[in-house]
């Protein structure tokens, strides 16, 4: 999904379409990175992921892989990654998927992640970077309009990742991270989730109120928050640990399918 959001920058960074040899290699580049990112996170976390469910199965938590082999792993596809968005993207596009690189397996893992409960808030930036590395590979720079899709990402993140920790708070109970069901309990979080959900909705109405979209966009727009929105309250005044889990579920369809209508508005535009 990050990648695909960074791709769908790339074509909206342009009023034609981005050359295939750009997008190939910033898709690969950003992919590269992103799970240079990842193996880092999951080689942090290997103690924490072997006590979840949800995690135990991963190579580093069984102990499948060593610190070592992941170091080289990360060390190995994260600076091909580098490599390739220097030399055959541009030298900013590099920069800035370097820096969400550290901000995600560094500040969000090492430091934000088990210090507060509002870890997914303050981190969640650098998972929203991938609009504003598609757009910096096509065009050279990040306007207005590419942080606006950051944001969009951004305030998404919360409400996303709190219906998981609803319904697995017994598993982040036990990994011993703050989590917000642990620290506050399933009301606040619950109310939490229903409260940036609805900033969700607003921020997404920005590309429209912008002129960055039209009426296609915001057509679907409404129709996506709607549904959205109706998760949301669920979980806010009505819990269940199923409803949870469709609302995170959801949450994924809802953000390729905004992202989708944002690129299909755009050239519709255009023509």
């Known amino acids: 999904l990050a990648v695909f959001c960074a791709v769908i920058g790339m074509f909206l960074a342009t009023d034609e379409l981005p050359g295939w040899r750009i997008v190939l290699a910033a898709t690969v580049g950003i992919w590269l ?24 199965r991963r190579a580093t938590a069984m102990g499948e892989l060593s610190k070592t ?36 397996a560094v500040i969000y893992t090492m430091i934000l992640k088990p210090a507060t409960p509002q870890n997914i808030v303050i981190g969640g ?54 989590m917000l069901p642990v ?32 009426l296609i966009y915001l057509a679907a727009a409404i129709v996506l928050n709607a549904v959205f929105l109706r998760h949301a309250w669920r979980i806010h005044r009505h819990y269940t640990d199923q409803g949870a889990r469709k609302a995170f579920t959801w949450s994924i369809v809802y953000l390729a ?6 690129l299909i508005d755009h050239y519709i535009l255009l023509t």
């Open 69 to 104: 082999q992941t170091r080289v792993f990360s060390a190995v596809i994260g600076g091909a990654g580098m490599w390739i968005l220097y030399a055959l993207v541009n030298p900013l596009t590099m920069w800035l998927t370097f820096v969400t690189f550290v901000g995600y």
């Open 125 to 178: 930036l650098s998972g929203a970077m991938p609009p504003a590395l598609g757009w910096a590979a096509v065009a050279g720079e990040v306007p207005m309009q590419a942080w606006l899709l950051v944001l969009i990402i951004f305030v998404w993140t919360p409400p996303h990742f709190w219906a998981l920790a609803m319904y697995r708070r017994d598993d982040y109970a036990k990994s011993g991270l703050p």
């Open 183 to 214: 620290t506050h309990g399933m009301t606040f979080t619950g109310f939490h989730v229903w409260l940036y959900s609805i900033a969700l909705a607003a921020t997404t109405m920005l590309p429209y109120a912008v002129k960055m979209s039209g």
């Open 257 to 262: 399918l905004l992202f989708a209508a944002l």
């Open 33 to 56: 990175l992103a799970g240079a990112a990842f193996a880092v996170n999951c080689l942090l976390e290997a103690e924490i992921d072997a006590r979840m469910a949800r995690t135990a």
